[in-house]
């Protein structure tokens, strides 16, 4: 179409139309390369036609001050990379504002705006940009190889194609990048579709976005991976869907660290486990004052799971709702997830189906939870908090625990399977449901400190328990709860069974009420000391 090459300067290319069509590829409506400075792209209809690689505008190789601005621009090809707009090596302060940008090819790695290598201080303002392809791996804006400081603001992106379509994409030291205001779509046939990406990229702000991503599963509103540390997620709607499950609001996996997640909205949806937000083997990151909603039309929602030796995370001042039919939780932390603060959160599951927990930690350690406020609901097993499978050293302090359910087994703290030396302190715990609810629930547990803590209890049917240790739970202390049961027959305030041996029961108030007979302040059957 149009090159301006080598020492040009100050040149305007403007209110034109430009058409290239070849047979084969590398076809270019505008081309800028090698040490210029200060062109202006502005007013042109650009349509490039070829088989692979068609470029609309075409900035490169020590260029720079250029604008381009207010041009519509459409690239097609038979196969693939097809790109709008494409700034490569060494391209410095390039204003890129109010294009029209529609970019398509027959196959896959088609982008509306592309930076590679040493690509800097760009401004991407106030842009549509539409790229898709019969096939997967389309862009809208794709940023790639040590570009740093570029500002993509006011935009609305759509990327669409089969699998793998990416609204916004930061790769490889593609650092210190403002991503704001922007309305990001991406939909696909198949799966896997994200509307921003980053990876092996730091230090950058993702904030105040509209989010959109849809397709059939592993849809991600936001993901940070393998090394992508430093970064700001803030304000931003997200809203992932998909006709099958593993849909995430965000998610940070591989060595993630030091991340900020906060004030963002969130829903995830689809069939089974879609989670809100979660953090995979990736450290120090603090989220906080998000609002996030969970769920699908299976089970397994978590509405933010920290997973896989992911250490020294913050949770706190969250509101969550996790639903579905069973086994939906408010914050899961598994596989080592240790050391972690789970604080002030508002925290709410209601399940068709049961087993909905409000916070679960299963095999991970040294974790606090306190001063939340914890809601669960279901057909019955659902407890507000529990810690599980060698999940040991943990905090349960001043939370505020409702367990509810249409049916029998609800927990308000339920501690399980090996879990040692946790402390259940200076809690308010509401169990209720038909029969067998339990305020605090022990079972093959050892060493655990439940102290102070207010303990309501009840059914509408009979064997409701305050605090039951069961199973092989040794040396664990019960001293100075306030305990209150009630049902029909058979509720006790403290309840000791099956070698439920070596235990404190020290200077508790217990009430124990019935409608009918057999009721007990505290009872031990097979344990002993």
Do not use: C, P, W
């Given at each position: 179409g149009i090159q301006i090459a080598t020492r040009s300067y100050t040149n305007r290319v403007e209110n034109n139309t430009i058409r290239t069509v070849g047979s084969g590829a590398n076809d270019f409506g505008v081309n800028i390369i090698g040490n210029t400075a200060g062109n202006n792209v502005t007013g042109n209809t650009i349509s490039t036609n070829g088989t692979t690689a068609n470029y609309g505008i075409v900035?490169?190789?020590?260029?720079?001050?250029?604008?381009?601005?207010?041009?519509?621009?459409t690239t097609v090809g038979s196969t693939t990379s097809n790109f709008g707009i494409y700034l490569v090596s060494r391209v410095n302060g390039t204003n890129i504002t109010n294009n029209v940008i529609n970019t398509s090819g027959i196959s896959s790695s088609n982008h509306g705006i592309r930076f590679d290598t040493s690509v800097n201080d760009t401004l991407v303002l106030n842009n549509?940009?539409?790229?898709?392809?019969?096939?997967?791996?389309?862009?809208?804006?794709?940023?790639?190889?040590?570009?740093?400081?570029?500002?993509?603001?006011?935009?609305?992106?759509?990327?669409?194609?089969?699998?793998?379509?990416?609204?916004?994409?930061?790769?490889?030291?593609?650092?210190?990048?403002?991503?704001?205001?922007?309305?990001?779509?991406?939909?696909?046939?198949?799966?896997?579709?994200?509307?921003?990406?980053?990876?092996?990229?730091?230090?950058?702000?993702?904030?105040?976005n509209i989010v959109a991503t849809n397709g059939t599963s592993a849809n991600h509103g936001i993901s940070l991976q393998t090394d992508s540390n430093t970064t700001t997620v803030s304000g931003n709607t997200i809203t992932t869907t998909g006709s099958s499950s593993a849909n995430y609001g965000i998610y940070l996996i591989t060595r993630v660290t030091s991340n900020n997640l906060t004030n963002n909205v969130i829903n995830t949806s689809g069939t089974a486990n879609d989670h809100g937000i979660t953090i995979d083997g990736s450290n120090e990151t603090i989220v906080l004052n998000n609002s996030i909603n969970c769920g699908g039309s299976t089970s397994n929602h978590y509405c933010i799971n920290t997973a896989?030796?992911?250490?020294?995370?913050?949770?706190?001042?969250?509101?969550?709702?996790?639903?579905?039919?069973?086994?939906?939780?408010?914050?899961?932390?598994?596989?080592?997830?240790?050391?972690?603060?789970?604080?002030?959160?508002?925290?709410?599951?209601?399940?068709?189906?049961?087993?909905?927990?409000?916070?679960?930690?299963?095999?991970?350690?040294?974790?606090?939870?306190?001063?939340?406020?914890i809601f669960t609901n279901g057909s019955a097993a659902s407890p507000g908090v529990q810690v599980d499978i060698d999940s040991n050293v943990t905090?349960?302090?001043?939370?505020?625990?409702?367990?509810?359910?249409?049916?029998?087994d609800n927990y308000g703290v339920y501690i399980v399977t090996r879990a040692t030396s946790n402390n259940v302190t200076n809690n308010v715990i509401n169990a209720s449901g038909t029969n067998s609810n339990f305020g605090v629930r022990i079972t093959t547990s050892n060493e655990t400190i439940v102290l102070n803590n207010t303990i309501r209890n009840g059914?509408?049917?009979?064997?409701?328990?305050?605090?039951?240790?069961?199973?092989?739970?040794?040396?664990?202390?019960?001293?100075?709860?306030?305990?209150?049961?009630?049902?029909?027959?058979?509720?006790?305030?403290?309840?000791?069974?099956?070698?439920?041996?070596?235990?404190?029961?020290?200077?508790?108030?217990?009430?124990?009420?019935?409608?009918?007979?057999?009721?007990?302040?505290?009872?031990?059957?097979?344990?002993?000391?």
């Open positions: 900035v490169q190789t020590d260029a720079s001050r250029t604008t381009i601005n207010s041009n519509n621009v549509s940009v539409f790229s898709g392809g019969s096939a997967g791996s389309n862009y809208g804006v794709y940023m790639v190889t040590k570009s740093f400081r570029n500002n993509l603001t006011h935009n609305r992106v759509l990327s669409r194609g089969t699998n793998d379509n990416y609204g916004i994409f930061l790769q490889n030291n593609a650092d210190f990048s403002t991503v704001e205001y922007n309305n990001v779509t991406t939909n696909g046939t198949t799966t896997t579709n994200t509307g921003i990406f980053a990876t092996i990229s730091t230090q950058n702000n993702i904030t105040n896989t030796r992911s250490f020294r995370n913050n949770l706190t001042h969250n509101r969550i709702s996790a639903v579905g039919t069973d086994t939906n939780i408010g914050i899961y932390l598994i596989t080592n997830a240790n050391f972690n603060t789970v604080e002030y959160n508002n925290v709410t599951t209601n399940g068709t189906g049961s087993a909905d927990a409000g916070i679960r930690s299963q095999t991970s350690s040294n974790n606090n939870i306190t001063n939340n406020i905090v349960v302090d001043q939370n505020n625990i409702t367990a509810g359910g249409r049916g029998a059914g509408s049917a009979n064997d409701n328990y305050g605090v039951y240790m069961v199973t092989k739970s040794f040396r664990n202390n019960i001293t100075q709860n306030r305990i209150f049961t009630g049902g029909t027959a058979n509720n006790y305030g403290v309840y000791l069974i099956n070698n439920g041996d070596f235990n404190t029961v020290d200077r508790n108030n217990i009430s124990a009420n019935g409608s009918t007979s057999a009721n007990v302040g505290i009872r031990q059957q097979t344990a002993m000391q």
